[in-house]
């Protein structure tokens, strides 16, 4: 938005010009009526005068026709006499004064010339250009000449002589005057101030709406994806401290499959998908909505829940119809679009945005592992997630019984020398038709219940069981409860204890994320496994509260960015300075970095910028159930 500050200077300004403008208009007005006030005491004046020898000729002489006024002045002393009479009336601003009347041809003649230079002889033809003379015989009223583009005050009076209601002659005086200079030495300067103030005032408006405009220009640019047309991450940055997530529900959305049309078809064509796509995705929502291009093929979408009518969920089914009807038609090929979406629909019950996103990300999640091109809604309110069927605790218990838990494993890779340093496991369950779930379908709702800790313990199980004849080295997850739990502590105990090569093979992934009540505590567990001869690894870095001396104080030996700032880090320049920063604190502290969620060219192309020491993603490859061999990664 425009600085307050910036609109008072530009109103201030405008103010300012148009007072200025006004006392200008005023002094031209006031310049102006002083004029005409001279002229009309001139003409006043003179017309007096003129009234005066107007009876002397007529009255005196017994003029009644204008033959007998020619015959009179006709007469050398005649018109001698009344030029001397009329010289006495020229000054320096009356110059000349003369008689004139029409001869048979309606041409005007001198009778008489009070003139003291330039003096015109009797009956001279005398040539009229003005209008006013010959109207002056229609109204027989006087007329004022007045000449303009002069630099004095210059007006020419004429004056009609009139008997048996005929005119039949016109009395002329030419009357100059310094009026005007005289004002101008007054008005001149304060006129050329005012004018130089108000050029002045107006350039400084234009500057102000250049500077306006350009920062219309430039914030435009900054909060504007070039390749969709949509609002950016900055935009989100910019809204965030204006945005009432009351008012909004919040959904992911993201593009089936994009990667394999992009490296099929080419970079030109996903450009084309993606500017498409986006269009679609604006027509489709309203302009109290908001539509932000997240990351690569990924959305944020934040509807607004004020308006009555349309829903989160049916503006997002039709987003999703949208895409999946429309032909995408690109150098001769037909290609079908689908879109995974994850709704959350009261992001204000959560602490901030952030966690907000979260959970729309996991219901995307959930939306793409159910087969793609759905709408995934989660309630906060109702704690459910609508359109899934999450599994509860008395499921996990039965799995549990029935020994239905494997673990996938997900290599973390070192770039430079193209070998897997270690795998990390993930838990997945079986259901009763063999079906693989999910974490994020069960873990949420055994948080901190004893379920929880039985699994933990069976994961640990299964993971030592697989690593202590292999040579290869794993990650296993574990958060604070499961340190504080005594059997998950003794199981580790026994197994390290007795198994020195395994334990030098095992990292404990800690949720750095994770609620720790107990800082004292938690340092003690981080030293015991440390003197089993396991390793320690902070995960999810970056995602929460950093507690940087914590952090040093337990001696990690890895330190995982969360995934969160590596996905979009390609096109997220303050995320890329984040994850070089922590890189750089990690090499400071001694410990290795390790990169999540690398699910694409970009960002391992990106990533081989920074300093760092392993990767770990999609793009390398996806968790597996058995172990994978360099040969199997890059194979997406």
């Known amino acids: ?88 009336l020229v000054t320096p601003s009356i110059q000349y004064i003369y008689l004139l009347t029409k001869d048979k041809k309606n041409r005007f003649r001198f009778l008489l010339d009070a003139s003291k230079t330039d003096k015109a002889n009797f009956y ?68 050329t101030f005012f004018i130089v103030l108000i050029i002045f005032i107006f350039l400084l408006i234009l500057m102000t709406v250049i500077q306006i405009f350009h920062y219309f220009i430039t ?34 959305l993201d593009l089936d499959r994009f990667k394999i049309i992009n490296d099929t078809y080419g970079h030109k064509t996903g450009d084309y998908i993606l500017s498409k796509s986006s269009a679609i995705m604006k027509h489709s929502i309203r302009e109290s909505d908001i539509l932000i291009r997240y990351g690569g093929e990924e959305f944020l979408l934040f509807i607004y829940n004020r308006d009555e009518g349309d829903t989160a969920i049916n503006i997002c089914e039709r987003i999703r119809r949208n895409i999946n009807i429309y032909n995408f038609t690109c150098s001769n090929h037909d290609i079908k679009m689908q879109v995974s979406i994850g709704i ?12 907000a996103i979260k959970i729309a990300d996991k219901m995307l999640y959930i939306a793409k592992s159910e087969g793609r091109n759905r709408v995934i809604q989660y309630n906060e309110s109702s704690k459910v997630i609508e359109g899934v069927k999450t599994k509860d605790i008395n499921f996990v ?4 019984e029935d020994n239905r838990i494997i673990c996938y494993y997900q290599p973390i890779y070192n770039y430079e020398n193209n070998t897997i340093v270690k795998y990390e496991a993930l838990v997945r369950l079986l259901d009763k038709d063999m079906n693989i779930i999910s974490p994020i379908y069960f873990l949420p709702n055994l948080k901190h219940t004893n379920i929880h800790y039985k699994l933990t313990q069976k994961i640990l199980s299964l993971v030592f069981e697989e690593f202590k004849n292999r040579d290869e080295s794993v990650s296993i997850n574990l958060n604070f409860s499961d340190l504080i739990n005594d059997d998950i502590e003794a199981t580790i105990i026994d197994v390290l ?11 404990f992934e800690i949720l750095e994320s ?32 950093s507690n940087f001396k914590t952090i040093l104080d337990i001696e990690a030996n890895f330190l995982k960015i969360d995934g969160s700032l590596i996905k979009n880090m390609d096109i997220n320049e303050k995320d890329f300075k984040i994850v070089k920063s922590i890189i ?53």
């Not at 250009?129 to 004429?158: F, P």
């Open 514 to 545: 994770d609620e720790i009540n107990n800082i004292i505590l938690f340092k003690e567990k981080i030293v015991l496994l440390h003197s089993l001869g396991a390793k320690i690894s902070i995960d999810d870095f970056g995602s929460g509260y």
């Open 344 to 355: 959350h629909e009261n992001p204000s019950l959560e602490k901030n945005l952030n966690e």
């Open 1 to 88: 938005m425009v600085k307050i500050k910036e609109l008072f200077i530009f109103s201030s300004l405008l103010i300012l010009g148009i007072f200025f403008i006004y006392i200008y208009n005023y002094i031209n007005k006031a310049q102006d009526d002083i004029y005409s006030r001279v002229e009309s005491n001139k003409v006043k004046q003179l017309t007096y005068l003129f009234k005066n020898i107007e009876k002397d000729i007529v009255l005196k002489n017994n003029i009644d026709t204008k033959e007998s006024l020619i015959s009179l002045f006709s007469d050398s002393k005649s018109r001698t006499s009344y030029e001397e009479r009329l010289e006495l």
């Open 219 to 252: 914030r435009k640019k900054i909060f504007t994806d070039p390749r969709t047309k949509l609002f950016n991450r900055n935009y989100l940055q910019e809204i965030i401290p204006m945005l009432n997530l009351n008012n909004y529900s919040i959904a992911m």
């Open 497 to 507: 204890t007795n198994d020195k090569n395994l334990a030098s093979r095992v990292t």
């Open 124 to 191: 001279q033809k005398f040539d009229v250009k003005n209008i006013k003379y010959k109207e002056l015989y229609t109204t027989k009223t006087v007329q004022v000449i007045r000449q303009k583009n002069m630099d004095n005050l210059y007006l020419t009076i004429l004056y009609p002589i009139i008997t048996n209601n005929e005119v039949i002659g016109v009395l002329s005086a030419d009357i100059t005057t310094e009026i005007h200079t005289i004002i101008l030495e007054i008005i001149k300067p304060l006129e």
């Open 397 to 400: 218990k039965h799995v549990l």
């Open 584 to 636: 750089h604190f990690a090499k400071e502290a001694g410990m290795k970095t390790i990169a999540e969620f690398v699910h694409s060219k970009n960002i391992y192309d990106k990533l081989q910028q920074l300093d760092l020491d392993y990767m770990q993603g999609y793009y390398i490859a996806k968790p597996s159930p058995t172990v994978l061999t360099v040969e199997d990664l890059f194979q997406d």
